[in-house]
């Protein structure tokens, strides 16, 4: 019981939660100028093309028309401005987190609500709506670890892996095992491919290995959720990898999934003093809180190394 | 910025918020409940349970010796031009894959693309309002997963009444 409820609540410094925090809320107002940015012009269009998810049938959610989009978007930008601020009180600051998943998760729904749907959004709609619950957190000032901090963490980690591993489990669904020989990058490069993609299209194996190699990549995902720090940034490295690689070749960034990637990363980092040659001696403390073997009673030190300053 | 962990002294001495029964437990309903929808989502849902839809974006097989489809819309102004419309979001309301996803309810009521036509001009309307529309496909052959030649297939027509 012990070892599950580590995993789950693993004690983590609030302020890297924080820092995740100003993260995700910063992206969510770019996401609604930049990623999905067809819902004001689907709110304008005509309504005889609007195909409404389940989610807003049964919430009763309208039929988008410009002057509700636009207020659904002003009111995201202003709560996620203070929800990332650390400033506003415990009260405040959790109704404007949820606010801005009640709103963000209004926008994108209506942007997945004209026929094509994306699963890009999933771990970003699981971050939205679990950062609130983690209560008041600053990246500055003294230094508190917090296992609700570490919960919401832990769920943005699922969600991230759950994109990669359901895909996979979709593609033996829908495509069947035989998937991985198939010629779907080769459909993926010809309709959209950059110069570098459609490069690749010629010999057809490439693309096939390339398919066999992000199949097995996807389903071996769930082990991040297990492996301990390093491996966890050289595993996160991988997929950042994978990212660029695709959005190099078809154009496709991904971003709302690569932002939620840095809930596997030591944020709170970012805020300590550099010093030369210290990230390759740290120990497995990123991402747990949980002492390095060895370090006594010390669940503090998320960083050993800069103990002594 | 501050350095927090030369703030916080000897070890041992930073402050933990802890977490009580009721809020463990709701936390631990919630991960749960979460993961079964999604699993349950993949395995027998559909793309309309959004959020908890099927990962299915290139999830389709392709064969080798099968047909890459690509959409596009052409279409006759007021002024009498023939020209390709953007299949876009800001130039006709709707993207190539939005209308790829609902290709059937276009093949049975040809007034949708009188819908786009609709679209198109309020969103510019300075510009000549498009009045005939040819949704078409255009079609790549594969034999052994090579590029053996394109056709151009002809979906759906409409007219302004």
Not at chain 1, 146 to 151: F, L, N, R
Not at chain 1, 175 to 204: H, I, K, Q
Not at chain 2, 60 to 83: C, K, M, N, W
Request: aromatic share 10%; charged share 15%.
């Amino acid at each position: 019981v012990s070892r599950a409820a580590a995993w789950l609540y693993p004690e983590v410094p609030l302020a890297r939660l924080a820092l995740l925090r100003v993260a995700v809320y910063a992206f969510v107002v770019c996401d609604m100028f930049w990623v999905v940015d067809d819902v004001v012009p689907h709110a304008r269009g005509v309504a005889s093309l609007y195909r409404p998810l389940v989610l807003r049938e049964w919430l009763h959610l309208p039929v988008p028309n410009p002057g509700y989009v636009l207020t659904v978007r002003a009111v995201v930008i202003v709560a996620c401005v203070l929800a990332a601020s650390g400033r506003a009180g415990r009260g405040p600051g959790r109704l404007a987190g949820f606010l801005v998943a009640a709103g963000f998760t209004d926008w994108v729904s209506i942007g997945m609500s004209y026929g094509k749907i994306d699963h890009d959004h999933f771990a970003l709609i699981v971050a939205v709506w679990v950062l609130p619950t983690a209560g008041a957190a600053r990246w500055w000032g003294p230094r508190v670890l917090s296992p609700a901090a570490g919960w919401a963490l832990v769920c943005v980690q699922c969600g991230c892996v759950a994109i990669y591993f359901l895909s996979a489990v979709a593609k033996v669904r829908y495509g069947g095992w035989d998937w991985v020989t198939g010629s779907t990058f080769a459909w993926a490069m010809t309709r959209r491919g950059t110069g570098l993609g459609r490069a690749l299209l010629e010999p057809p194996w490439v693309l096939v290995a390339a398919q066999i190699g992000l199949f097995s990549m996807e389903l071996l995902t769930p082990a991040i959720l297990f492996l301990r720090a390093r491996w966890r940034y050289l595993a996160i490295a991988g997929l950042g990898a994978f990212h660029l690689i695709t959005y190099l070749t078809l154009g496709i960034h991904f971003l709302p999934l690569v932002v939620c990637l840095l809930a596997f990363l030591p944020l709170e980092r970012v805020l300590e003093r550099p010093r030369f040659g210290r990230f390759g001696r740290s120990t497995g403390t990123g991402l747990t809180g949980q002492p390095p073997p060895g370090a006594g009673a010390a669940p503090s030190s998320a960083s050993p190394a800069s103990g002594a300053g | 910025m501050t350095d927090l962990t030369d703030r916080t002294g000897a070890p041992g001495t930073v402050p933990v918020r802890r977490l009580g029964r009721l809020a463990r437990a709701w936390r631990a309903g919630a991960l749960l409940a979460g993961a079964l929808l999604a699993l349950w989502g993949s395995v027998l849902g559909n793309d309309v349970y959004w959020p908890f839809g099927p990962m299915s974006q290139f999830a389709f097989r392709v064969g080798p010796d099968d047909a890459i489809h690509s959409i596009y819309l052409q279409a006759r102004t007021t002024d009498g031009e023939i020209r390709v419309v953007s299949l876009n979001a800001p130039s006709v309301g709707s993207g190539r894959a939005e209308v790829e996803g609902i290709l059937p309810a276009y093949r049975r009521d040809p007034a949708l693309l009188g819908a786009l036509a609709e679209n198109y001009h309020r969103l510019h309307p300075d510009r000549p309002q498009l009045v005939e529309l040819w949704l078409r496909d255009r079609v790549t052959v594969l034999r052994n997963g090579r590029d053996a030649g394109r056709r151009d297939d002809l979906l759906v027509t409409w007219r302004m009444p």
